[in-house]
């Protein structure tokens, strides 16, 4: 795909599919993505990784299987479709092992599954549960581990109803930008 391509793409995704609940929380998907990305920024993250935390979902909105916690493999499904339109690995990666990032970090500390809303608990079932130690050891081995699970913990902060209203506009224009950098 081509920039203008996928800025029409997205832009149109967010617009017809934003509104629609995420999965069990009291936040839309645009609203969820929108916080990850102004979390991203406000801890420091350049914006490749701010737009990485912003499409991290993507997959939800696109995957075709649905379930009471959103699209299946929603994860794969995701950066897939963030390949296929011309974004970084590293964007990528983010979408693909978001969702392992959560069952390491459950792994990991038994206070973060303490911590996790009560459908995002529901959704670890389905997901796996908590890593295994030989596959916590593989996972952090993996390409971009560290922004990943940085990207994690916005996933799990961005479920605030209370948050600044999102501004797609701005995001798309980040978007933009970044695909010229990158001569999509």
């Known amino acids: ?3 203008e391509s996928t800025i029409e793409f997205l832009s149109g995704l967010f617009e017809r599919q934003g509104s629609s609940e995420y999965h069990g929380e009291e936040v839309s998907q645009l609203e969820h993505a929108y916080q990850a990305y102004i979390l991203a920024g406000r801890q420091g ?10 499409l991290h979902d993507i997959g939800h909105l696109i995957g075709e299987e649905q379930h009471e916690f ?4 929603h994860d794969r499904v995701g950066a897939d479709k963030l390949r296929a339109m011309g974004f970084s690995e590293r ?8 969702v392992r990032a959560k069952r390491y970090l459950c792994y990991k ?16 079932k389905l ?3 908590p890593m295994q130690v030989a596959e916590a050891e593989e996972f952090e081995r993996i390409p971009y581990f560290q922004e990943i699970v940085k990207a994690r913990f916005w ?9 600044d209203k999102p501004d797609l506009g701005l995001v798309m224009l980040e978007i933009e930008n970044y695909l010229t950098s990158r001569n999509v």
Do not use: C, R, T, W
């Open 109 to 124: 500390s038994p206070s973060y599954h303490e911590n996790l809303s009560l459908a995002s608990k529901e959704s670890l």
């Open 155 to 163: 996933d799990d902060e961005a479920k605030d109803k209370d948050f």
């Open 45 to 54: 993250a350049d914006a490749e990784l701010q737009i990485a935390a912003f």
């Open 91 to 98: 964007v990528a990666q983010v979408a693909q092992h978001h």
């Open 70 to 73: 959103g699209a299946k493999d």
């Open 127 to 129: 997901q796996g549960g």
């Open 1 to 3: 795909m081509d920039k």
